[in-house]
């Protein structure tokens, strides 16, 4: 078996090796002579597309095998053993990570092609590139990885490369800062995460720490200790899936290029911790409490960052909130213990949202990097490819039936609702409605009415090929990727859910033809009045509005950002300064330097009886006989 | 001569740094002589580890008899715990004389003689011996500092060398406690550190004496609440000096204690480790938070080398495989990036002569290589998996969970801490935009990113590939925790805690 597997570990190895070779070649030609750009650009798009190939081959793999043992593992070496803690450097391929690989590649392979237009006219090319690759190589470890602590190898790399493409327009300071609070603030989720792999590994991980010896042996934990775990890794999911209170680093990590939104903050890095909760499902099904804080947590992120989405005025602000709320609806899925919804929704998402933000980027490329929607209007005629990719991917967004994020929206709804969590559901249509107002608030304002900066516009294009074509494919994907899924009630097989079973824990709701009709009829009317209202406003060209009252609270995203710049930034950098320079030399260095001063002021008062005069020294011998003889005479006495 | 390759590792540094200091050499010559005999050390350590077959018990023993009426002995041997510490300063010790300009003379010659002095203290199987060579291991220090170092010299020479020295005066009386219980209990007198590690004392002279240890382990490491030498001397001795102390001279504390401190006092130690390892935390906490506040990034280096060493401290009072094994590959791990980040510290203060934070600046795009270089460092030194920091950072926060769940939650919180200031520091002065000051800043030359290599490859290395070392360190460090029987059994109550682990580590 052993040489068959092989290649599994070949699927993040080549963007690895892309990356070493991007930055070595650039290293070693960047002071000599200056490297065209595409060869840079062509040279990154290997590694992905190879792994992409490698990905199908795991499939059908996979596909071939039986049901009750579809999945196969390759351990590249033993990583590290001390004691009765083992770890190989270990890959997996399981149903569930062969359709995260499969999607996870191939859109990786797209915006790879795409950054090729986008970057042309960059700098430091190289670097980009390099990072990008670096990036998909982590993410296929993270997928891949047969442990919880190969998974965090990746975990911790994607963070790693999101910090670098974030601050990448590295001489303004904002971007830099936005770099330093992603990473701060996924570190504080690692936190979660490594503390919940060690109880995890001093409850049951001395039997085997790869997850299929640990869903053997779980069985073997209380039920508190499961809970502790499930809590703590879900600490880590909302660092790296922007959920309350957590979510904070996402919309700033625009300041990176827009491809990187695309791939890395919105299509596969931001949804590994939905990937996680569903690794882990035989945890979270063993108690219920869990569960439930998974999906409350995630339904409230949901909402809030609707609310927050409805507000903003930078395209890819609206799109980075869209993506903190469609995430809250995968951790209502999984949270449920709808985990093959969740993941279905993944990947549907993975699809629109890197559609819609590649549109984006093509608009933002062609307007000499404008960002604000009430800079543009009227793009529809000058950026009918654009447009039209846009709209299909807003439509998925938005989830209007049958495009791909309908199917799966609605199977996280179905889920919540049969499995009787009906305030979830609830939330759930609200949220959806609010989805599709501000989608199309965004469609209308940018590619409707009148152009509100004339001069851009006139100078504004479509976009070069090399941009359009990934659009047109991803969005033939946002409109059929729904169909893998279809549910009975449209006579589908839910070819996903069937497909992820042996990964995941799925609890399944009885199928009801009647509740699944109320969900879709509820679904649907939300979306359409969504729609409405934003077309009431918006369709027909709009002025850029003014904010007050709630709107104005909700502009300033209910100004979380400054209270935890109050409550958690300032007071911990007080905390430093006063300790440098109040505690450290006045308190733990007290009693050093007292010392010092004590020797020395001791030695000053002995110095006065060293006189140097014969005659001080004869009285000190006189009243040292004295006294002596004192004594003598006492004790002879 | 191959037979005694531990003595010709430590004497031949140490001569060749005598030879230096006397005979009338100029600068440039000392500076070759000085890299040719660290890197004739370097070879013959790469022999050693070959050789080395990774039993558990010492190897590479050499004995000679010295002061036999009081079982005092030139003995030497090294197991999986030594072995690292005498790689990490056999492998980063070279890199020092290729980096920087020409200095003194007399410069090169007590980075020899301090060389040698630490291959001695860790090599050294016998108190006596140790105790020698800890104090010498100061002498080069003094002088680099007190002659060479920055404008406020003085001060920072005199407070680094009397607090060490009060330190080790604490430890000679204690281990001639140890040896004096020996004697008492066998008859016979001994300085061995083996024979040493049979004797189980308690009770309250025994727990002085531990103490006595401990404060000058304390010091050494620096360990909260004894480190305020470290960031003035940190800050004002030469690159090189800096380097030693960080990379190397701090890891023989930690060294003291788990090889005299931990076997001797096993039942003692055991009762004051949760004490100690609170010690670590607050310390970790303590100096990563004063980091942030710095504006030297020197002293702000300074801060984070003590912060780590934090970490390290509560991997051995953690008294587990895991933990302790986590210790030692940290302190490589440490060794190869905070230790190194002072190398590129030097640097960055030789090219922009300044050391404030604030007058640098957009160095990443002056110098990428030099960026890319540091910035591994830096990540290895925050903990990032793939890297040699991982490894150590997650197998000490494993153990110190199991050892107490607060005290790991709390080592935990060093993930945090740790990249707040490194990003912050590395945003100021990479990131942005230039400064006058860093506006010409000079890549790194092909000469010096050749020295950078190897230890940056090791760096990836033993993020990647961790299993080939830490199957040299597991079985000294399991001996720790396997079935232990005191020749001299003294003890009558077995800690809950201790017993917990006894029982568990013999799966």
């Known amino acids: ?637 | 001569m191959f037979a005694h390759l531990l003595s010709v590792m430590i004497f031949l540094p140490i001569v060749a740094g005598l030879i230096l200091l006397f005979a009338p050499l100029s600068r440039t010559t000392a500076r070759i002589v000085g890299f040719g005999v660290s890197l004739a050390v370097l070879v013959l350590s790469i022999d050693v580890y070959a050789g080395f077959t990774a039993t558990g018990k010492l190897e590479f023993v050499e004995y000679i008899p010295w002061i036999p009426s009081l079982g005092i002995a030139y003995h030497l041997g090294i197991d999986g715990i030594s072995l690292f510490i005498l790689m990490a300063s056999a492998v980063l010790l070279p890199m020092v004389y290729v980096l920087f300009g020409t200095r003194e003379k007399g410069y090169y010659a007590n980075l020899l003689l301090v060389e040698g002095a630490m291959i001695g203290a860790v090599c050294a199987a016998d108190l006596v011996l140790f105790y020698v060579f800890w104090e010498v291991m100061l002498l080069p220090v003094f002088f680099m500092l007190g002659l060479y170092g920055g404008p406020r010299k003085i001060p920072a020479t005199l407070k680094i060398t009397l607090y060490t020295i009060a330190g080790s005066l604490l430890m000679l009386a204690a281990l001639a406690y140890l040896a004096v219980q020996y004697h008492a209990l066998t008859g016979e007198w001994s300085f061995s550190i083996e024979k040493m590690g049979l004797l189980d004392l308690s009770g309250h002279a025994a727990a002085l004496a531990l103490f006595g240890f401990m404060i000058a382990f304390a010091i050494k490491i620096p360990l909260f609440p004894f480190h305020t030498w470290l960031p003035d001397a940190y800050t004002e001795a030469p690159t090189a000096t800096t380097f030693v102390l960080s990379a190397i001279m701090a890891k023989i504390g930690v060294y003291g204690v788990i090889r005299v401190v931990m076997p001797a006092f096993e039942m003692e130690f055991a009762r004051y480790a949760l004490f100690f390892a609170y010690a670590g935390v607050i310390g970790m906490m303590y100096c990563g938070l004063t980091a942030i506040a710095q504006k030297d990034y020197k002293r702000l280096l300074a801060f984070s080398s003590a912060s780590h060493m934090g970490i390290i401290a509560v991997g051995v009072f953690s008294m587990n495989v895991q933990a302790l094994t986590g210790t030692i590959y940290q302190i490589v791990a440490h060794a190869t990036s905070t230790g190194v980040l002072f190398l590129f510290a030097g640097i960055l203060e030789e090219r922009t002569r300044t050391r404030s934070i604030n007058d640098l600046g957009g160095i990443a795009s002056q110098a990428p290589i030099f960026a890319l270089f540091f910035a591994i460092a830096m990540l290895a030194s925050v903990g990032l998996p793939g890297t040699s920091g991982f490894i150590g950072e997650f197998l000490i926060i494993l153990g110190a969970l199991k050892f107490n769940v607060a005290i790991g939650v709390l080592t935990g919180l060093s993930l945090i801490i740790g990249v707040c200031y490194m990003l912050w520091l590395f945003q100021r002065v990479f990131f942005e935009k230039s400064k006058t000051a860093s506006e010409r800043f000079k890549d790194l030359s092909p000469v010096e990113s050749l020295a950078f290599v190897p230890v940056i490859l090791l760096i990836l290395v033993m993020g990647i590939y961790p299993h080939p070392f830490l199957r040299k360190i597991e079985p000294s460090t399991a001996q720790y925790f396997a079935a232990a029987t005191p020749v001299v059994a003294q003890a009558t109550t077995v800690t809950p805690a201790l017993a917990a682990d006894l029982t568990t580590e013999k799966n």
């Open chain 1, 1 to 637: 078996m052993e040489h068959s597997t092989f290649y599994l570990g070949m699927i993040p190895l080549y963007p690895l090796l892309g990356a070493v070779c991007i930055g070595l070649f650039h290293v070693l030609t960047c002071k000599r002579w200056q490297v065209p750009p595409l060869v840079y650009g062509l040279l990154a798009c290997v590694g992905p597309a190879m792994s992409f190939f490698l990905a199908l081959r795991v499939f059908f793999e996979l596909r071939a095998l039986p049901l009750d043992a579809r999945f196969f593992t390759y351990k590249a070496f033993t990583w590290f053993s001390v004691g009765d803690l083992h770890l190989d450097m270990g890959f997996l391929a399981d149903p569930l990570s062969g359709l995260m690989l499969l999607f996870v590649t191939f859109i990786g392979t797209l915006i790879h092609v795409y950054s090729i237009g986008y970057m042309s006219g960059d700098k430091s090319y190289a670097k980009f590139f390099a990072y990008m690759n670096l990036f998909l190589g982590s993410m296929l470890i993270l997928v891949l990885g047969d442990s919880p602590v190969v998974m965090f190898v990746g975990w911790e790399g994607v963070g790693l490369c999101s910090y670098l493409l974030i601050s990448y327009y590295s001489e303004d300071r904002d971007n830099v800062l936005a770099g330093n609070k992603a990473f701060i603030v996924n570190r504080i989720g690692d936190l979660g995460f490594v503390l919940g792999m060690g109880f995890l590994f001093w409850a049951i991980g001395s039997h085997g720490f790869d997850f299929l010896s640990l869903k053997a042996n779980a069985h073997m934990m209380t039920e508190s200790s499961i809970l502790i775990v499930c809590l703590l890794l879900f600490v880590g999911a909302t660092g790296k899936s922007a959920q309350i209170p957590l979510y904070v680093w996402l919309p700033d990590a625009m300041a990176g290029p827009t491809p990187v939104s695309a791939l890395i903050h919105a299509a596969t890095m931001v949804t590994a911790g939905v990937y996680m909760v569903a690794r882990f499902s035989f945890l979270y099904v063993e108690v219920a409490a869990a569960g439930m804080i998974v999906a409350w947590i995630g339904i409230l992120t949901a909402l809030l960052a609707a609310i927050f989405g409805m507000f903003q005025d930078d395209i890819k602000k609206v799109l980075a909130y869209s993506t903190v709320s469609q995430l809250g609806y995968m951790f209502a899925g999984v949270g449920v213990t709808a985990y093959s919804a969740g993941i279905f929704h993944v990947f549907t998402h993975a699809f629109f949202k890197a559609l819609l933000f590649l549109g984006a980027g093509a608009v933002i490329y062609v307007l000499h990097h404008e960002q604000n929607i009430w800079k543009m209007g009227g793009l529809k005629k000058k950026m009918p490819i654009t447009y039209c990719t846009m709209l299909i991917g807003a439509l998925a967004l938005a989830g209007c039936p049958p495009f791909a994020g309908f199917f799966s929206k609605d199977e996280i709804l179905y889920s919540a609702l049969a499995n009787g969590h009906f305030f979830i559901w609830l939330i759930g249509v609200l949220v959806a409605a609010m989805t599709a107002y501000y989608t199309f608030r965004m469609i209308f304002v940018v590619f409707h009415g009148q152009p509100r900066d004339q001069q851009a516009y006139d100078h504004a294009h479509e976009a070069p090929l090399v941009m359009t074509v990934p659009l047109i494919i991803l969005a033939i994907g946002a409109l059929f990727a729904g169909f893998y899924n279809l549910p009975a009630i449209f006579g589908g097989e839910q070819m996903i859910s069937h497909w992820l079973a042996p990964s995941v824990a799925d609890q399944h709701p009885h199928d009801s033809f009647l509740l699944e009709f109320f969900v879709i009829a509820t679904s649907v009317a939300a979306f359409a009045f969504g729609l409405w209202v934003a077309y009431k406003r918006f369709g027909k060209g709009a002025e850029e509005p003014v904010f007050t009252g709630f709107a104005r609270f909700a502009y300033h995203k209910f100004y979380v950002d400054e209270l935890y710049d109050a409550v958690f930034v300032r007071p911990y950098k007080a905390i430093g300064a006063e300790i440098s320079e109040g505690v450290e030399p006045n308190m733990t260095d007290a009693p050093v330097t007292g010392i010092a001063r004590l020797y020395m002021r001791v030695g000053t008062l002995v110095k006065v009886l060293q006189s140097g005069y014969v005659r001080v020294y004869a009285i000190y011998m006189v009243l040292g006989l004295g006294i002596m003889s004192f004594i003598l005479s006492q004790s002879l006495n």
